[in-house]
């Protein structure tokens, strides 16, 4: 029998203004069948073409000396070379169009006799990029010349305007003698009058290989159509309800309830979407209710952290912190412990800073004692020391096992919740401080020193964010097995449209991806968010256009059904994993029967026993 399809169709919601933004962009015909499917045009689309190519076709090995485009920045030599051993091809290649599934051509140019990290080679992007649309940029890179380099050096791969401003790109930590995939983005405003990629960043002495840089719009529609697939595969279920009914007179109890009507209701989405609360957020009505409808968890924005409950050594205050949790219980919402410590200097509070050595380590033991024990068991998850990729303020003055310590010590003390690191612009591609695998690096110092890590926590802090480079990233940090949430989710864009379409780019790759568990927004009111133009909720009260498309994913999210039991007392549907109620009306004049059910994850269809 055929399942029943899900009131809410798995299409892409399209925007009031006659069509969605993304689909306008990517320049190609498309028609949602359905099924939740989509149909193209069978000729390839323009934003398959890489823009460092001309006109007329591939950019020519002979021009420029060979050099096929390539110049020389700062003072380096360039020459043209062939690899008869190329990478192989990108393992997301086949979920990006633009990379035409190629294999690496072999063919690099060469940087060599460098002077400093800013010398390297450089490109004319030759077809002007468009306003409003992400690029991506991508291609092969490898060092040669540096001999012992611990953990390999940085490569950035720039965009740049007639003016030298850096408009984007993307970075890549890179080991000596081994070829590497690098990734970026970048997006204008404005049609630039020139630009260029630009290749730098290792020492002096460091040759520089770039094997097949390419830079080609996103097609945004063909990503979204593959995490469709995918989201069906990670997020959703085949269900069986079985039905029987006690007969007096002997009859078969399937007779009992064949053809009477059905209607299941999805009451909650297992996977949580949450946001951030202040105490000034939940003064606003229009904020309150936003957050009540819409959001399943919470986090404190700052009324947890050290600098705020303690801002003078032995002044310790929790009521702001406790009236927002209690602000959460009324509501039934979890709240999300953040954070006990917060590793950057520039956020632990002056007094703090100035104490010496034996100071601060009984300053950090009356914190994690005074905090833990008294919300123990109110927290499902804490983050313990947040941004240890990008501050060392403990672990400088209280040596390697402090952070570590930090996370015995709070499971000492609280067992139940779940303990996370946290930390920004891993999922981006752009900071050679937070690669994912320095990310797991640290994950597995941690537990090495027995830290009881329960959680990765990917901030989110994105701009023009691309598909492929998030997914590359939750599928590196992946292979710790521990559960990865997105923590701070704000995406930050003055054109409404283009808002909307990075915040659902995000929002499909984390709610596709396995690994990943829940994701929580970092705001989203105007006048209560950390980051600006990134709002789901104007000032006034009304909705902007990212607003409305986060409701549309949320309600696309949820599974609803109608029919009838068949013959065999069964009724049939797929739907994503939460908690359910069915109701049935049995027979002329019979009563409605209300039952509750859970979707849990797993690959066999899920077989309910609704007897009544």
Known sequence: MAFAKDEVPLAMKLMADGGSSMEKEAGISMKLTEDGGSEEEEEEPALAVNLLEHHGGSCSEEANGGLGGWASAGSSTLSVHHDHAPPPLSATAEDVPCAHKRKPSGRYVLAAHRADDKDGLCREISRAPQPKVTYRVAGWVRLEGCPGADGGHPVHV?????????????????????????????????????????????????????????????????????????????????????????????????????????????????????????????????????????????????ELKWYYTEPVQGQVSYADADELIAFCDRLKKPVRGHCIFWAVENSVQPWVRALNTEQLRAAV?????????????????????NEMLHGAFFRQRLGDDIDAHMFRETAAIDPAPALFVNDYNVESANDPNATPEKYVALITDLQRRGAAVGGIGVQGHVTYPVGDVICDALDKLAATELPVWITELDVSAADEAVRADDLEVVLREAFAHPAVEGIMLWGFMQGHMWRSHGQLLNADGTVSQAGNRFMGLRQEWTSHARGKVDANGHFKFRGFHGKYVVELAAGAGGKQVRRAFDVHKGDEPLVVDMNL
């Not at 949450?274 to 936003?290: E, R």
């Not at 033991?365 to 020391?385: A, D, H, K, M, T």
């Open 158 to 302: 720039e965009v740049r305007t007639q003016d030298g401003a850096r408009v984007g790109g993307g970075v890549l930590v890179a080991e000596p003698g081994r070829w590497a995939e690098i990734k970026g983005a970048f997006r204008v405003d404005e049609h630039p009058r020139h630009a260029e990629v630009y290749v730098h960043g290792p020492p002096a002495g460091v040759d520089i290989k770039v094997m097949d840089m390419r830079v080609c719009a996103v097609d945004k529609i063909a990503r979204l159509r593959h995490l469709r697939k995918k989201t069906d595969k990670v997020r959703k279920r085949d269900v069986v309800l079985k039905f029987s009914r006690p007969s007096e007179d002997g009859a078969d109890a399937a007779e009992a309830v064949n053809g009477a009507s059905i209607r299941v209701v999805q009451v909650e989405n297992s996977f949580p979407l949450g946001a951030c609360i202040s105490k000034s957020s939940i003064q606003n009505p229009a904020f309150v209710d936003f957050f009540t409808k819409h959001f399943d968890w919470a986090v404190l924005e700052n």
């Open 365 to 385: 033991e009356s914190r994690i004692r005074g905090l833990v024990s008294r919300y123990s068991g109110r927290f499902p998850q804490y983050e313990v020391n």
